[in-house]
């Protein structure tokens, strides 16, 4: 048996530009850093293809294949087809369109569930659909251990559920919740999900098929891309949405009708860098290269989730060791139970005073309720503006990075 390879930490920051590293960075839950790939395909992008794509003639006829290419990969990535993807301007707009183009289906007193676990991305759009009659049921997180009850869902599903939305990991608590078995109590029910991956699809491989989740929406961002986001929805559920752009855009184009806005020519294209970004870690770490693309970004994955257990560790054994501060979420570093996204409340402190204090030693978190404003008013949070101390780690981080941010911390704490 292959012995699995430790993540090269100082290989994956290589990719990147330096400036990058003279921080220690843990705000990666608001946004990821972009690797050197991906800004390399916007700048030829833009410097080679200053033109509408589209068009017979060659930069016109290359930027449309560059485009592509960025499109198809990021299908690839999550193991979905080219015409189950919609790349549009933030996950907060797909969701939006999304409801707009599911309402039809519904009727007045149709239900759709809601969690506060939710950020308001994947939660609002949806209340909103009350204006048409539509009743929203609440499912909301135990106040306590800001965890789903599983439970709690079989009893608030019925036979007039249409949707239920719900997040993978929430962007405060770092929580994995089991999106496999929500989406097929909720398919028993006869509805379907809208899963929020936004906290979690930077961590961990996202495999819409083996989950068989109807809509699945994440963002580039975090993701080590640019600023755009993603839709992944089952093929007969996007040709049953109803098209919200323009009139002669078919209901067969499923990747154009759910985006209104259009597309942001230059962005596609350089998602082709994130890909880059992820095969050269493939080629680093795993000399038999797997057949496909979705393995490979399935390997890098699996060691970088490793990697990124070690440093949650870290953090874990020092929130533990200190009393009077409260971890939102579940006490544990396990890969396969959280990211390492932490928020803490310490006693008798302001949250937004702590990153003020640690910046001066160049560690970079940040405070607030962070859009989850829902979740920090259920967790009995007094100021929910005021909110959490966040500190969240992606794989490009280092253990020294992580001593430094609990050096800080230790001193405000
Ligand atoms: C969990 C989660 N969902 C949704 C969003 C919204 O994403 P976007 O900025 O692409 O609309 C965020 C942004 O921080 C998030 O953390």
Same mark, same amino acid.
């Given at each position: ?152 869902? %079989? $009893? #608030? /599903?019925?036979? =007039?559920?249409?949707?239920?939305? *719900? ?5 405060? @608590?770092?929580?994995? +919740? ?57 093929? %007969? $559920? #996007? /040709?049953?949405? =109803?098209?919200?752009?323009?009139? *002669? ?5 499923? @990747?154009?009708?759910? +985006? ?154």
């Amino acid at each position: 048996m292959s012995k699995t390879p430790e993540f090269d930490v100082h290989f994956a920051r290589s990719q990147f530009p330096n400036v990058c590293w003279d921080w220690a960075f843990f705000e990666n839950a608001g946004g990821a850093f972009v690797p050197n790939s991906v800004i390399q395909r916007m700048t030829s992008y833009m410097t080679e293809n200053q033109v509408q794509p589209g068009a017979s003639f060659g930069p016109s006829a290359k930027a449309k294949e560059r485009m592509d290419l960025g499109h198809r990969l990021m299908a690839e990535m999550i193991g979905a087809d080219s015409d189950e993807i919609v790349v549009s301007a933030s996950t907060s707009i797909n969701v939006y369109v999304l409801a707009q183009a599911l309402r039809h289906q519904w009727k007045e007193g149709d239900e759709i569930i809601v969690t506060n676990l939710n950020h308001e991305a994947n939660s609002g759009s949806w209340r909103r659909l009350a204006e048409f009659g539509i009743k929203i049921i609440e499912w909301p997180v135990n106040p306590e251990t800001a965890e789903l009850d599983i439970d709690l869902l %079989d $009893r #608030l /599903l019925s036979d =007039r559920t249409r949707l239920v939305a *719900f997040p993978h990991v929430s962007n405060i @608590t770092g929580d994995i +919740n089991d999106v496999p078995l929500i989406t097929s109590k909720v398919h028993d029910a006869g509805a379907m999900v809208c899963v929020d991956g936004v906290a979690y699809a930077p961590h961990r491989e996202v495999d819409v098929k083996a989950w068989d989740v109807d809509f699945y929406v994440f963002s580039y961002y975090k993701v080590f891309g640019p600023h755009m986001g993603c839709l992944y929805g089952k093929r %007969d $559920r #996007l /040709l049953e949405a =109803r098209g919200q752009y323009h009139y *002669f855009i078919g209901e067969d184009q499923t @990747t154009s009708k759910l +985006n209104p806005a259009g597309p942001n020519h230059e962005s596609i294209a350089c998602l082709a860098g994130i890909t880059d970004y992820f095969e050269a870690l493939s080629d680093r770490h795993f000399p038999e290269r797997a057949n496909s693309l979705f393995e490979r970004v399935k390997g890098v994955y699996a060691i970088a989730g490793w990697h990124e257990e070690q440093l949650a560790q870290k953090f874990i054994d020092f929130i533990d060791s200190k009393p009077g501060v409260r971890l939102i979420g579940r006490n544990t570093a396990h890969k396969n139970q959280r990211a390492a996204t932490f928020s803490i409340l310490a006693e008798g402190k302001r949250s937004a005073d702590i990153p003020q204090i640690v910046q001066r030693d160049k560690v970079a978190i940040s405070s607030g309720h962070f859009y989850a404003k829902r979740l920090i008013e259920a967790l009995g949070i007094e100021d929910a503006n005021d909110g959490v101390v966040r500190c969240s780690m992606a794989h490009y981080n280092t253990m020294d990075e992580v001593d430094r941010l609990i050096t800080a911390l230790d001193r405000v704490l």
